[in-house]
Structure formats: structure tokens, C-alpha cells
């Protein structure tokens, strides 16, 4: 059963996984379980296929897809048996106001969402206080703020300096990112840590948790 | 051939989809489709094919995937769709030789073929790159008018402070600073004896279109290169639209410029190659181009010198160029920085690759074109002088040279070499590369020699 949940997402099968996933509830099975030993195990090795580029950007997208519908048809059953599941962490990330580049940032979103990090991906040309309210709402443990421009990378400092006005900067682990981001720029604006790429954005933020 | 007007309305009109419908449920499937349907495969031991059928089939595939996609609209959520006889017309109408220049510095850019005699259009400077001050940047313009001879239009590169203030897109401060910067360089060009030369990245400091047009007055000519882009892949936003709507209006000449990423929407370096194919349509219909300049480019590794793209650059320039007599630059990025050895062969191998394959050059970013400062007019003056050295190579003979050239840089692109500074790589009252930079230049020259590339210059 594992193996079906597993392969449902390497081979992007939204079928074989949305049925190995009702077989798991027809028989009992632990759900954490069918995460921890199936579904999960599949998103891992999607990642690092997506790293030796063997599969691209659609297919994470599709891998996550598929993983986050499964775990819909799981939740009513992890309430019912009232488990604890224990989270990696929730991460809102998006392109700061002013920026409309995508790609990159999606890439970092999805690669967090199949380590298993709840992703809230607003989008790109975010404004400041939207960032903060969605984190405030949704308890967030991180911000993650995309600038592929020397001049939106302002509004990294702004969100930071805004956090700081609120009196919540120590709620949220900051990080940032994109074209022109250096180490330097990330200890001059006072952000908790910076990723050179995708994959080193995912380290950066099981190191900060 | 199409108005701003019909752009606007198709945008405006056209089929209605989300975004990542576009993306997933037409673009991709679509994409996968004509490499399958073409059979269009990597070959990655040869970065430099000689395979006409190859580049033809993919030709094909692009207009095929370009007539199925169209350009997607973000701020209608509309795809703006063309018909094949419109592609069709489209390509036989293209623009052939726009002229860009004024005085003596006025020229044609003239489409090339693979192992073209015609020698390269040399676009070379900064690549867009950061600059943290107004005097750097005079200087460096300046010197890219004095110091490059081969040079036929050069790229300003993007201010970051103005006053002493961090530049915000969107605000005064872009407006301000795009100001600034069209009407120094246009004086520093004028203060090295080049007035005529074209700039042709328009503003690299302006996002908006509002920065860009305003910057523009002040400096710009119509004859200048108005460098206006499409969002990966195949989008294009209102903002650019407006640009083009003025630029039109000015009888000016839109650089249209396009990326498709490696390990993106594109997938692998085939999907690469057949989108960079599909732009081409898409920069002389919908961008209403004078020429297409494309930087395919790596998703993790932030510039153009692997393998894979390489290959996908030679491939896609070639299928272009013998099928149409749109000119179309290619636009290169290296890992490593200046004053170091590895920033000259990657320069070699990208510029070898883009030149016997049909291109003009945009050269361009170094150090990923990222942190502040790490470019000088050195890099950019070794390109103009590969491209002209690389002029009627067999694609055969550059293959074996970029392949050397490879096995010297392809295992450090990840760990590249930042290099250094401007200031610490060249003497700015001098107007000229510090003696240690020009030792390393003549030393690799010396070397890349033996790997085959005989210097003209």
C-alpha cells in the first residue's frame, strides 16, 4: 500500500494515489503512517529528481497537487481518530510589492511544500501588510520574500522594519531571496537568513527550525 | 503585420484561462507534445550539433507550439491567439535590417545564418548588472565608449541609489534615477568620442513602464535598442503593452526580449530550445520587435554556460536563423566573475556557441549579474573580440573547442569564482584595465588558443 501511495506520486498519478489513499482508510491503516511511509517518501524523491533536473517545475507542481488532495481525503479521518500531527511548519513566501517574477519563487514553494512544510503562496507584487496579515492569520513560522530587482529588494527591509513597528518581529523566522540578495544584504536589513537556491532554501529553513 | 491595437484587443478578447491552467493544461502539454511529435533530443556531447534537420524540425515545433499557446495576458487572464496563415504572414513580413545608430555610428543589424561570414552585431557592456554609484557608472560608460572598438551598441547598467537612497521600483526615486541615467550615459558616451552609438537595453534601472518611458526623454533616441520583455513563458503584462504602445508611436525599435528557463515550465533543454523557437514568433508579433534578443538560461545554476544550455542556445539559434530573417541576438551570463580565468573561458564557450550558430551577441552578465559592482569593460571587450574571431567556424570544429573549453569551467559553475570588483580590476583615471587583469587576459588568451580559437584581434 505504501508502494502505491509512493509511486502514485513519482510517476504524477493522481488515480493510483487518490485510491491507494482510500484503500488506507478501508483497512485501517494508520494515516500518519500512509504519510510518513508513502506519500511523503514520494515528494522526498520527487525533490531529488527535480535537483538532478530527471523531472521539472510541472512536475513538482503536479507532484504537489497530488499530495495535498490526499491528504484532503485523510483529514477527516486523522480528526476522527484524533491524531496528532506533528508539522514541519507553516511558511507564507511570496514575490515583494513591486515584482512580478515567479518561477523562481514558485520553485522554492513547491520544493518546501513536498518536505513537507505547509505553504501558503500568495503570489507575486505583495504588499507588506499583506505578507503580515496572512502570516498573522494563519500563525505562520516563517516569511519568505522573493526580489529578482536591486530595487524591489527595498521591500524586503520595509516587511522587516514594518515587523518590527508591530512589535511581532520575533514571531517569524524572515528569510529572503532572489537574483540580486547577497549574505550582505540579509545582515544589513536584519533578515534571519538567506538562500542562494532553491534547494539551499529548504536547508536554510530546517536549520532556522 | 499587427498594431498595438490588435495586440490590445486580442489581449482584451481572446480565450479566457487561469494562469495555471495556462501554464500546466496548454503550455507544458503542448510543449511535450512537438518534442515528442518532432523527436527533438539532447545530445550533450555535442553542445555545438551540426544537424540541420535537427534545428529545422525544431523550427517547425516552435511555430507549431506558438500557434497551439499564443501569449498569455496576467492582467486580463486572456491569451492573446494568432492564427498559422497570421504566423505564417508574420514571418515572411519580419523586419530584416532595422537600423540602429545615429551618424557614423548608424548601421544595419543583418540576420545571420550557422557558420555565417557576416560577422556578429557586438551589444556589449554591463548586461543590465548593478552599479552602487553615479560615478562608477560615468565611468564605466565612458570606458565601454573608449575601450570598445567592437563595440556596435552598448548595455547600460542598472543604478541602485540615487541621492543616497535605495531606488524603489515603482516609486519617484526609479523615476528620478532612470532620468539620471539616460542622460549620463548618453553624455559619457558623447565625452568618448562615440555620440552616435546605440544604446539598446533602453533604462536596465527602469521596472516600470512608467520609469521607463519618462527616463527615456531624456536621453533616448528612437534609433536606440527600447528593450522590453516577456515573462517566462510566453506572458506578457499591460505594463509591457504600454511600452510598446509608445514605443511604437515613436517610430522607435523594440528589442524584444525573452528567457525560457531550464528546469522550469520548459522542462529540460529540448523544451528549451523549441520555446526559445515559439519566441521568436512571439517577439515579432505580439512585442512588435526590430530583432528578438533571448537569454535561455539555467534555473539553479543563474547563468548560460552549461552544457545543456549551451546546447539548447545552438540548437534553437540555428533552427531560427535558417528559417527566418528576423535578427535575433543571444544574451550571455557567466558564473564565475571578473579577474578570473574561468569568467574568460565561459565568455568563449557562450560567445563561440551563439556566433557559428547564427546569432549576434549580448555580452553581457558576469558573476550571474548579480551582486553590485562585479563587471568591468573587460569581459564584454573579450567577447566582441571571440565573436569576431569565431566569424565562418565550422559548427564542427567551435563544437570540439567548446567542448574543451568546457572541460576547464563545467565542474566549478556551481562553486563559481566571484572575482572582483570593478575598482579592483580596473584604473579608472587611467581609463584601463589594472596590469594584473591584463596579464591574466593575454595568459588566457594564450591558453584558449590551444584549445583552437585563433584570435584576430
Known sequence: ?209 | MFTIFDITERALNGPLCSEKDFDLKIFVPELRRVIKKYDIKYDPENPIPSDDDLADRIFKAGVELYSKVGTYCPDTERIIKFTDEEIDQALKLAPSRPVFGEGKEAKELISRKPESDIPPWCFIGAGGAAVSNMELFVSIMEAYGGFLSLANSITTPTIIEINGSLIRAGSPLEVMACIKSSALAREALRSSGRPGLPIMNSIATAVTDTAKIAGSQFGLRPSDGWLIGTSSELKVEFQRLNEIAYVSSLGGNIVAETAPILGGYCGGPEGVAVTNAAYHLNCIMTMQGSCQLSFPFHYSSNCTTTRDVLWAVSISSQAISRNSHFPFFILSYTASGPMTKMCFYEIAAAITTSVVSGASIEFGGVAKATAADFFTPMEPKFASEVAHSVVGLKRKDANVIVKRLLVKYEDQIINAPLGKKYKECWDIKAKSPLPEYIDLYEDVKKEISKCGLKFKY
Open chain 1, 1 to 209: 500500500m505504501f508502494e502505491s501511495l509512493k509511486s502514485g506520486i513519482i510517476n504524477i498519478n493522481m488515480e493510483e494515489t487518490k485510491n491507494a489513499v482510500k484503500k488506507v482508510i478501508e483497512l485501517g491503516i494508520d494515516p500518519l503512517e500512509a504519510i510518513e511511509k508513502g506519500l511523503s517518501v514520494g515528494t522526498k524523491i520527487i525533490g531529488e529528481k527535480f535537483k538532478k533536473l530527471e523531472v521539472f517545475l510541472p512536475e513538482l507542481i503536479m507532484a504537489g497537487d497530488i499530495f495535498n488532495e490526499a491528504m484532503e481525503i485523510l483529514k477527516p479521518e486523522i480528526e476522527a481518530k484524533k491524531i496528532k500531527q506533528a508539522k514541519k511548519g507553516n511558511i507564507v513566501i511570496g514575490t515583494v510589492k513591486g515584482d512580478i517574477h515567479k518561477i523562481g519563487k514558485d520553485i522554492v514553494a513547491m520544493l518546501l511544500e513536498i518536505s513537507g512544510y505547509e505553504v501558503h503562496n500568495l503570489g507575486e507584487n505583495i504588499s507588506t501588510s499583506t505578507f503580515i496579515d496572512e502570516a498573522e492569520k494563519i500563525g505562520a513560522d516563517f516569511i519568505g520574500l522573493s526580489s529578482l530587482l536591486t530595487s524591489t529588494m527595498p521591500a524586503q527591509k520595509d516587511l522587516i522594519d514594518a515587523l518590527r513597528e508591530k512589535g511581532i518581529r520575533s514571531k517569524y523566522k524572515v528569510i529572503v531571496g532572489g537574483g540580486p540578495v547577497t549574505s550582505e544584504w540579509t545582515d544589513e536589513i536584519g533578515a534571519d537568513g538567506y538562500a542562494e537556491t532553491a534547494a539551499d532554501a529548504v536547508t536554510l529553513i530546517q536549520k532556522l527550525h
